[in-house]
């Protein structure tokens, strides 16, 4: 077995600076916490790669390497930083990233920002981190690159070093044809030839992977046999791993006496109201807006909760270098303004604000004292926040309210799924959660707590890297016949 290498546009932490001081954070996001968890495993022992890296963009200079270095010592991984010009970067990551590819797979059409020099930017940079690899491959190593600025890597990989092992991941939901077939002529063929250079593709739905094959059929005028394809002599297989989380971490997490030190905080301060509780990075796909007006519409419709309730609604910062998401945050404040301005009395307030991102014991405890979770996305890859919330905490009572267009509804049914876009839909969930039973609160929780503990965030990387090496074996059965 040889060595594992992990590709995603960022390294797994970032610097935080005071005065000349660094140290090091680890990023909050789904993959990182999800590759962690994997690399302590003993599944990732017990498969005996022989190293693992990962290689990524850096977001200190060059000249900062040699002090970041010595502080990366003992890490059960290496890292490979790939440094970039400041301007290329913002074209290939807030541009062609995040101005195009973000909404189009997001199916907000009308947010793409159609520029050549964010395609030649994104190019470039897929290159650059090809170049960076190239001479560090080896020919057993397994390749796992990961999302959506990265769709173009896997093929050149595949025309440095013929014989590789390539996974891609897709953590974002791609769209129906219809939408893909929006993008131009060369760009959508590089798009997909790119991803086609590796051996699997995963996906988290069902729907997505449909999608994508169906997109290579119509564009490519590749055939699928139910989800392999044999493009350029190659079998190239595209799946579905739905991505998890780390069960374990988030149903001890209240164990914590920090986590139940907030926790008693939380429900001193709102003693006798139910506590209705809501993160998210602050994006136009999440929906916020819509369940501001939700929000607003229970309280209109459902006069008796006021003063009974309370909505903690954390936003997370980001992106907020790209317009389309500073005018969000103005309209949302505005908005959050409005209703608290409207229906607020001189002891009660409905919705507490907040603008920043929490640390992991103050999170945990939040997701433990929230009566109910509405997590109401126009769209979402998966959303783990959904899935943490279930896991928080054993013997758990409260209710999930999802989006259905949320990957994790697929998994998450006994949630009570909404259309994001329909205000009284979710004003009566509001109102069905609150006066939910607690014995079928428990038994909802209960049977999606198992099914994710049943596959966690490790199961979900072995699966993908079994499957991986599966279709290896496969290729080469074909080679000798
Ligand atoms: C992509 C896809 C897909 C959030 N706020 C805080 C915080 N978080 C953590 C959550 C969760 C993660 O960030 C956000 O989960 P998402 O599911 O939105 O993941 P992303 O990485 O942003 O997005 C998404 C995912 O990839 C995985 O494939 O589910 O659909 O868009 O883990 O806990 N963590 C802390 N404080 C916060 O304020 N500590």
Known sequence: MGRLIIISNRLPFSIDREGDQLTLRQSSGGLVSAIKSYFESESSKNRGFTEKLWLGVAD???????????????RDFEVIPLFLNKLLYKDYYNGFSNSLLWPLFHYFPSLVEYQAHYYDAYVKVNRA???????????????WVHDYQLMMLPEMLRTDNPDITVGFFLHIPFPSYELFRMLPAEWKSSLLKGVLGSDLVGFHTHDYAQH?????????????NFHNMQYQDRLVKADLFPISIDYKKFNTACDDPETKQHYKDIRNNFEGKKIIFSVDRLDYTKGLMDRLNAFEYFLEQYPEWR??????????PSRDDIQAYNDRKQQIEQKIGTINGKISTITWQPIIYRYTHLPFNE????????????????????????????????????????????????ELNEALLVNPTDIVEVSNAINKALTMPQEEQQHRMALMQQRLSDYDVIKWVSDFLDQLSNVKVEQEKQQVK
């Open 60 to 74: 200190f200079p060059q000249n900062e390497w040699t002090v970041v270095a010595e502080k990366l010592e003992g």
């Open 129 to 143: 981190f090809a170049d960076k690899l190239k001479p560090l491959l080896q020919p057993d190593d397994t390749v």
């Open 212 to 224: 994508f094959l169906q997109s290579v059929k119509m564009i490519l005028g590749v055939d699928s």
């Open 307 to 316: 003063e009974k309730v309370v909505f903690i609604l954390n936003i997370v």
């Open 363 to 410: 999170l945990a405890a939040l997701y433990k004292a929230a009566d109910v979770a509405l997590i109401t996305p126009l769209r979402d890859g998966m959303n783990l926040v959904a899935k943490e919330y279930v896991a928080s905490c054993s013997a758990r009572i409260g209710v999930l309210i999802l989006s259905e267009l949320a990957g994790a509804a697929n």
